[in-house]
Nanobody, 114 residues
Framework: VQLQASGGGLVQAGGSLRLSCEAS????????MHWYRQAPGKQRELVAT???????NYAGFVKDRFTISRDNAKGGLYLQMNRLKPEDTAVYYC?????????WGKGTQVTVSS
């Protein structure tokens, strides 16, 4: 399993970013995929989930601002982040939970300035 997140950067509050995660080494379309984030000094937290069929679920703190999506043909996972806030500053990770084991990609840093 390989997961590689990209697309982070520095953005002003109110701005947008789109994160991508390239997934390989497993049957991508069969699995739910997740975005997590971890801010300095805080625990890693779940941001959004998408099933193989495309059903989505969001943490309350990003609902109506972030959109998770996927391209099963390409093995791509995405997170469109709009109306970003300084408290969204964190390292963002894509995640696969398979057979009770968590797989993490190298995260991508998102920094939102006020």
């Amino acid at each position: 399993v390989q997961l590689q997140a990209s697309g982070g950067g520095l953005v002003q509050a109110g701005g947008s970013l789109r994160l991508s995660c390239e997934a390989s080494g497993f049957a991508f379309s069969f699995y739910s995929m997740h975005w997590y984030r971890q801010a300095p000094g805080k625990q890693r937290e779940l941001v959004a989930t998408i099933t193989g069929a495309g059903n989505t679920n969001y943490a309350g703190f990003v609902k109506d601002r972030f959109t998770i999506s996927r391209d099963n043909a390409k093995g791509g996972l995405y997170l469109q982040m709009n109306r970003l806030k300084p408290e969204d500053t964190a390292v963002y990770y894509c995640n696969l939970l398979r057979s009770g084991k968590n797989y993490w990609g190298k995260g991508t840093q998102v920094t939102v300035s006020s």
